[in-house]
């Protein structure tokens, strides 16, 4: 099946840096890779998505890169900001009429003001 | 617009019981996934069920069941609970079954045994 790899485990930054969270996968017939932003006491939100025909997609401070080659995906986040800080999850799943996501461990990004 | 409700928010139950879980998706979504999150970790698929049918299944044990009902909510039972199904679980909803679609997350029913 699916192994999904996340780094780092903990990320510290000062505010206004940026920050990287990089995501590998096993199965090359993956070709859904979303972000998922958990908060104390919250399900996860989703913050944006990349699928396998696609390289990069951005959204405002945040942006999503995928290499399918290499089978690895990163998530950048621009001027950080305090209400950055949570855990982070990257997901990849195959496609086919179902949806059966594997997650990385996870991210927990801390932002410094 | 209301997001994935899910009910109860806490529980606790003692090794051995039986929990129904439940979940109301998003207005027009058909699809609902459960997932478990241990603490520290990321969440792992259960099942998915679309328009009243499994579409897909995890690597969890058969006391672990759900089911859709037609106006799409769902229940996931969990039999002859064990200490170690200690956690967080998530209900997401997508409008279609498919691996394209965004899930959305409620926030979870925190279940522990004691």
């Known amino acids: 099946g699916e192994n999904v790899e996340q780094h780092p485990s903990t990320l510290s930054v000062q505010e206004g840096d940026s920050a990287v969270i990089k995501c590998t996968y096993s199965?090359?017939?993956?070709?859904?890779f979303p972000w998922y932003k958990q908060e104390l006491g919250k399900g996860p939100q989703l913050i944006i998505d990349i699928r396998s025909n696609v390289g990069e997609k951005k959204d405002q401070r945040i942006a999503v890169t995928l290499n399918k080659t290499a089978k690895h995906f990163s998530l950048h986040i621009t001027e950080t900001q305090p209400e950055d800080s949570a855990v982070y999850f990257c997901a990849a799943s195959i496609g086919g009429g179902s949806y059966i996501p594997t997650f990385g461990r996870g991210t927990s990004l801390i932002v410094h003001p | 617009d209301a997001g994935v409700t899910q009910s109860p928010t806490h529980l606790i139950k003692t090794r051995g019981q039986q929990v129904t879980l439940r979940c109301s998706p998003i207005s027009g979504h058909k699809s609902v996934s459960w997932y478990q999150q241990v603490l520290g970790q990321g969440p792992q698929f259960i099942f998915q069920y679309y328009e009243k049918e499994e579409r897909g299944r995890g690597n969890f044990p058969d006391r672990f069941s759900a089911r859709q009902f037609p106006n799409y909510s769902s229940e996931l039972n969990v039999n002859a609970l064990l200490l170690g199904d200690s956690a967080l679980y998530l209900c997401?909803?997508?409008?279609?079954?498919?691996?394209?679609?965004?899930?959305?997350f409620g926030d979870g029913t925190r279940l522990s045994i004691l």
């Open positions: 997401a909803s997508s409008p279609l079954g498919d691996s394209n679609q965004p899930q959305h």
């Open positions: 199965d090359s017939a993956s070709n859904y």
